[in-house]
């Protein structure tokens, strides 16, 4: 036997002994077509289906085996995943689910989740597409919000990750790189934050995370549509400068998790500018609707600031997750984060080529490529399409609360300020709000949820979705109807109405 047929036998066992590619390619392909295409089909008659339903004994007994140590046949999984998984999903992709500000995704956004997976490229660094793509994201999003060349960004899980990594990166600018080894002890005074009342939870957690506490955010009063007062974030700032703490960070809220309401962002701009503060917006819920020319003017001030957090899984529709931040000082990003590991040296060509990867810019090293499905529905969609279906989500709220402010039983809790309606039942108790949706979401008609707004439960509906119509906003009141007449309920004829 020669020596080459020799190799070849060789490399060929090797294979079959450690390869985990399908040992017959066509039967694989004919296999994963089938799913792509009940996904598709999934996806085209979501109407079809339940908003939402509990998983099965069955289902959930499915998922307690233990670790499988045997092979099995990819046919027999995939049978698995259409009977346990599939029908059991959170319901975001239905019209009636706005519980919560859940993007309905897209199959555009499907696809790009197989080219991802399949090229399955480590994106925190190296010189390959996937940083070209991410790059294009982070100029693209520059553009939409103001910010000038020289700006940095970063795709994360989620808001909740990017404003832990402003809130590092403010903290390092306010004390200087030494920070990143000494930690906070050496800080001669107690570094304070500043936030609404209205912020999201997340904003407190960074302050515990990056190890200053969350007792040093202070939280700032707002008016009568949940928006932080310009004037009390001055007396708080005054009032700390006085009593020896560090002010170093004001941030801002595009669309606020209970209500969306925004913050007067440009007079934000201004007292962290006068104050020398960092100034963030968590803009998870409101941001992307700067792609809306009805809505971007609400958003005046986002332009002048120092970061902005945003989901593009939310109002962007693209699969999650995808969540990002935007820098306008990319330096100040770098000196946060980057390592001088050897095994991150650059090069000047080569694979490993390139100044600054997306590793030194956040805590990840390993980083997926959610870039390709962000890129791939703005590419294919445009921000034209994608801010018209913001605006009209909005639209949708708004019909929403003119239907319900007009019926004797309802009333509106909150002014519709993008696109989340808060209402109650008038005479009804926290018992019977909770039970309401909560029998709701069982049903699998509609998929609210509840918040608690000046100490009372109320509902909450959040309309994200851009597969939602005006006809199914008025079905889920119908359904709303039928429920108290189904409780035999009564509205306290005496309440009254609260104008919003």
Known sequence: MSRAIEQERVAATEAAVGSLDPSDWDQFRELAHGLLDDMIAHVETIRQRPVWQRPSDEARARFVRPLPKQSRELGDVLDDVRAHIVPFATGNLHPSFMGWVHGAGTPIGMVAEI???????????????????????????????????????????????????????????????SVREAGLRDCDRQLVAYTSAEAHSCIAQAM????????????????????????????????????GFLPFLVVGTAGTVNTGAIDPLAEIAEIASREKLWFHVDGAIGALAVLSDSLRE????????????????????????????????GDAQKRTFAQPAAYL???????????????????????????????MTIEALGTDRIGGSIAHTCRLARHLAETLGRHPAFQLKAPVALNIVCFGIRGAGSEFIRDLVLDLQESGLAAPSWT?????????????????????????????????????FRPAPDAPVRPC
């Open 115 to 177: 080219v991802a997976s399949g090229l399955n490229m480590n994106c925190g660094g190296r010189d390959h597409a996937g940083l070209v793509v991410e790059q294009q994201i982070v100029r693209w999003m520059s553009e939409a919000l103001g910010y000038p060349a020289g700006a940095n960004g970063l795709f994360l899980t989620g808001s909740s990750m990017a404003n832990f990594v402003a809130v590092t990166i403010a903290k390092t600018e306010a004390l200087g790189q």
């Open 208 to 243: 515990q995370l990056s190890g200053i506490g969350s007792a040093n955010l202070r939280t700032v009063a707002v008016d009568d549509a949940g928006r932080m007062l310009p004037g009390a974030l001055c007396d708080t700032i005054g009032e700390d400068r006085a009593e």
């Open 298 to 329: 609400l958003f005046k001030g986002i332009e002048n600031s120092a970061s902005v957090a945003l989901d593009f899984h939310k109002w962007g529709q693209v699969p999650y997750d995808a969540g990002f931040l935007l820098v306008r000082d």
């Open 345 to 375: 040296q650059r090069g000047d060509r080569g694979l490993a080529a390139g100044e600054t990867w997306p590793c030194d810019l956040g805590p990840d090293l390993s980083h997926g490529f959610r870039a390709l499905k962000t890129w």
């Open 452 to 488: 608690t707004l000046n100490g009372e439960l109320v509902v909450r509906c959040a309309i994200v979705n851009h597969r939602t119509t005006e006809a199914d906003i008025d079905g889920f009141v119908d359904t709303l109807d039928r429920y108290l007449a189904d409780s035999a």
